[in-house]
T-cell receptor, first 113, second 114 residues
Framework: DQQVKQNSPSLSVQEGRISILNCDYT??????FLWYKKYPAEGPTFLIS?????DKNEDGRFTVFLNKSAKHLSLHIVPSQPGDSAVYFC????????????FGAGTTVTVRA | DVKVTQSSRYLVKRTGEKVFLECVQDMDHENMFWYRQDPGLGLRLIYF???????EKGDIPEGYSVSREKKERFSLILESASTNQTSMYLCASSTGTGYTGELFFGEGSRLTVL
């Protein structure tokens, strides 16, 4: 049973616009969340993370928002670029302070020129 | 830069064959993992190891075994391959000195079982 859920399998957005990717989790003990990006035929690479003591973390065009009461986080990409076309995975440790990650099913983002 | 190298990018095997997937990392990481990626299911943890000769089951260990004889090398073994093991297999490593959250992945091995 997946504890991290990405309910939107795909997202199409025009270049320059905002991409918003959503992720829900079931385990209230999760206290650290990560986003990974994956291009076809490559392994996932770490993108951005957020600790539960924050509600927002920003890194350039990428911002992650965390709503603990709703057990929900989102990744915003502004502005979206063609090179952002990839699969994005939300992840969280299986247990607090654990190094094993539980991944969501992923959201495929396509940025249209 | 961390380098995680998986020995085979693409493999085609027949049902019942024994399959070895090899993974080597060059950053002296304590932890190593094997995941499989399937459409609609994301990445699921098969096995992981936090030290040489140590291994623990992940979410879906059935039909798989692992070996970690050296710190830098983690092998995934399919004793008798089946068609439902057709998948993308991803090896990853991470440091064990406190939780950093970041896994470093290899490029993946796409296995097709006929």
């Amino acid at each position: 049973d997946q504890q991290v859920k990405q309910n939107s399998p795909s997202l199409s957005v025009q270049e320059g616009r905002i991409s918003i990717l959503n992720c829900d989790y079931t385990n209230s003990m999760f206290d650290y969340f990560l986003w990974y990006k994956k291009y076809p035929a490559e392994g996932p690479t770490f993108l951005i993370s957020i600790s539960s003591i924050k509600d927002k973390n920003e890194d350039g065009r990428f911002t992650v928002f965390l709503n603990k009461s709703a057990k929900h986080l989102s990744l915003h990409i502004v502005p979206s670029q063609p090179g952002d076309s990839a699969v994005y995975f939300c992840a969280a440790p299986f247990e607090a302070d654990d190094y094993k990650l539980s991944f969501g099913a992923g959201t495929t983002v396509t940025v249209r020129a | 830069d961390v380098k995680v190298t998986q020995s085979s990018r693409y493999l085609v095997k027949r049902t019942g064959e024994k399959v070895f997937l090899e993974c080597v990392q060059d950053m002296d990481h304590e932890n190593m993992f094997w995941y499989r990626q399937d459409p609609g299911l994301g990445l699921r943890l098969i096995y992981f190891s936090y030290d040489v000769k140590m291994k623990e089951k992940g979410d879906i260990p059935e039909g798989y075994s692992v070996s970690r004889e050296k710190k830098e090398r983690f092998s995934l073994i399919l004793e008798s391959a089946s068609t439902n093991q057709t998948s993308m297999y991803l090896c990853a490593s991470s440091t064990g000195t406190g939780y950093t959250g970041e896994l470093f992945f290899g490029e993946g091995s796409r296995l097709t079982v006929l």
